[in-house]
């Protein structure tokens, strides 16, 4: 559904009741679950000696749904009130509104702030739009929005195998010849160092806290082979960016979003309780439709990743010479993050030839290297779709002191469809 048709402009005196009224709709509830009751008198005052001069009155489809404070402070556009009467909620205005906020903002050069009760769910929406927590009192959050460093950036890559072609790898899929069987011109380039040839343009758009603040949801469409020459898109207006990894044909292999904070479809993810990792049995199982558990924790994975094997990962597979990716207390490739999923599924069940369908990422915390981390998930489904056996698990990278660093969802083709 669209957003329906929405405008601002300057409040009117004679509307301060009709507003007043929208403001106790609004916000009753969530000021006597913070102070016990709502206070009239008190109210009353407040909104008689608070009221800005420049408040602007917001309506949808012309009537009067609800007002905006603004005021500019050094370095940030300051919203002090975003309230929608609850007949209009849900509808997209808010969101709308503070995305126009944002590219004003980000035209000047600035950012945005703001604060919510604890109680209202309102922060959730400011989450999606990249607030982020800055602090907080008793009652509120306080929240902060960036503007992107820059619109858009991109880099090209020629791509290349990342390992042996051989038919006997982990994944033979990305072998020329088992690739041949399954009717690909050549040895599939994996799905996730691909993603990760995103980081320095994503960087460039979003800044380094993009890697311990920020979430991707990318699928993959078409193929890459070796030697194609890929360009590495991020574009952002706002809130989110989108990303392409474009083909010599400029078709997209990869595309989606990406962008700071939380994602909106960061709770659908599931938090595994079992964490303590566990050895890989000489044995598994063969994943199967009929043997594939339904949300069903996994067997935890120890994964060592020392400075040095950070380094050799980001220059070698990631061609990345960046200094935060190599030397003492280096950050992670969140390429390497995203690669995590498919060896965490082979530490409890074996099966062959798989190609990468989705990659949903939310960074959570700084990922440092020089420690041995936890992988651990849940195996959510498998099922049936045009032929191919697809599995959808949820994981999160784990530091040594417990830390969740990363959380993600995995979709995957685990059994190709037979070729005709």
């Known amino acids: 559904m669209g957003v329906p048709g929405y405008g601002l402009r300057p409040a009117r005196r004679e509307e301060s009741e009709a507003l ?3 403001h106790r709709a609004a916000m009753e509830r969530y000021v006597a679950e913070t102070w016990g009751a709502w206070d009239e008198v008190f109210q009353r005052r407040f909104w008689a000696e608070s009221s800005p001069p420049g408040r602007q009155a917001i309506l949808v489809d012309g009537e009067l749904a609800g ?3 603004l005021a500019e402070r050094p370095g940030s556009i300051w919203v002090g009130n975003i309230e ?5 909620q849900g509808l997209g205005t808010g969101s709308a509104i503070l995305r126009e906020v944002q590219r ?3 035209t000047r050069g600035l950012g945005a702030t703001l604060q919510v009760l604890k109680v209202n769910p309102a922060r959730r929406l400011y989450e999606r739009l990249g607030f982020r927590e800055t602090g907080q009192t008793d009652t509120h959050y306080q929240m902060a929005w960036e503007a992107p460093m820059q619109q858009t950036a991109e880099r090209t890559v020629l791509a290349f195998l990342d390992g042996e072609d051989s038919p006997t790898i982990s994944n033979p899929i990305h072998s020329t010849e088992v690739a041949g069987q399954y009717g690909f011109r050549a040895a599939l380039v994996g799905g996730v160092t691909v993603y990760g040839w995103f980081t320095p343009p994503l960087l460039e758009v979003f800044g380094e806290r993009w890697l311990s603040d920020g979430w991707a949801d990318v699928r993959f469409r078409r193929p890459v082979f070796p030697g194609d020459l ?3 898109r991020v574009a952002c207006d706002g809130g989110e960016a989108e990303l392409k990894m474009l083909n010599p044909e400029g078709a997209a292999a ?4 990406a962008g700071l904070g939380r994602a909106a479809w960061f709770t659908e993810l599931t938090e595994t309780g079992r964490r303590a990792a566990e050895p890989r049995p000489e ?3 063969i994943l199967t439709l009929e043997t594939a558990p339904e949300m069903t924790e996994l067997r935890p994975m120890p994964v060592p990743f020392s400075v040095e094997d950070a380094g050799a990962y980001a220059r070698q597979k990631q061609l990345d010479e960046s200094s ?3 030397g003492a207390s280096c950050l992670v490739h969140p390429g390497w993050i995203a690669a995590r999923m498919t060896p965490l599924v082979k530490h409890s069940y074996t099966y062959g030839p798989a190609i990468h369908v989705r990659t949903q990422v939310q960074h959570l915390a700084p990922a440092r290297a020089g420690q041995t981390f936890t992988v651990a998930g849940t195996f959510l489904r498998a099922y049936e779709q045009n032929g191919h056996h697809m599995a959808e698990v949820d994981g999160s990278l784990l530091a040594e002191d417990g830390t969740e660093c990363a959380r993600l969802r995995h979709t995957t083709i685990f059994r190709i469809r037979p070729p005709k």
Not at 84 to 88: A, G, V
Not at 254 to 257: Q, R, V
């Open 230 to 232: 890929m360009t590495a």
């Open 104 to 106: 004003d903002a980000s």
């Open 324 to 326: 935060r990716f190599a």
């Open 20 to 22: 007043y009224a929208i």
């Open 254 to 257: 990869i595309d989606g979003t």
């Open 67 to 69: 007002f905006l404070d």
């Open 283 to 285: 044995t598994v199982e």
């Open 84 to 88: 929608i009467h609850p007949r209009f």
